[in-house]
């Protein structure tokens, strides 16, 4: 009975592991990683929807611009610690920083729409989506969290 508490007690699972791989610096490559991922995912995306709007703001090519960034960024990141703690940072803060504007002209072109905020949440389903752009923002946000995290060895 003796060894099989031990056996048990020594098992780290959920949180615990993630816990003890933020310790231990694993968890910020895996960040690094995830942001390299997630930049070219959601760059994608943002193409096909900013085109089916025929790009008719120019201000609409920045995000499809920032994800090839982030996706350099986030490799480097994972392989080098000096790119994860210059590079890294500087491409997420500009993926965090497009990310609320377009936060803001997502808003801005619900209001411009015939009724503007007044017709409820019609515009709202029919204008440009109201909170798709901070999904970018925290595509910017796991980089910069990976960038102040410790490294793996240190």
Excluded: C
């Amino acid at each position: 009975m003796a060894a099989t508490s031990s056996a048990t007690a020594s098992a780290v699972h959920g949180i615990d592991r993630m816990v003890g791989n933020i310790r231990t610096g694993h968890f910020e490559r895996m960040l690094s990683a995830l942001t390299a991922v997630g930049s070219v995912i959601t760059s994608a995306e943002i193409y096909f929807e900013h085109d089916r709007a025929s790009f008719g703001n120019s201000m609409m090519w920045l995000p499809v611009a920032l994800g090839p960034v982030g996706f350099a960024a986030g490799v480097a990141g994972f392989f080098s610690k000096r790119a994860a703690k210059t590079a890294l940072p500087l491409a997420s803060a500009a993926i965090v920083a497009n990310g609320l504007q377009g936060t803001y002209l997502h808003a801005r072109g619900v209001s411009q729409r015939p009724g503007g905020w007044g017709l409820g949440t019609y515009n709202i389903e029919m204008g440009p989506p109201l909170l798709a752009p901070l999904l970018m923002t925290m595509v910017g946000g796991m980089g910069l969290l990976a960038a102040i995290l410790r490294r793996e060895g240190e």
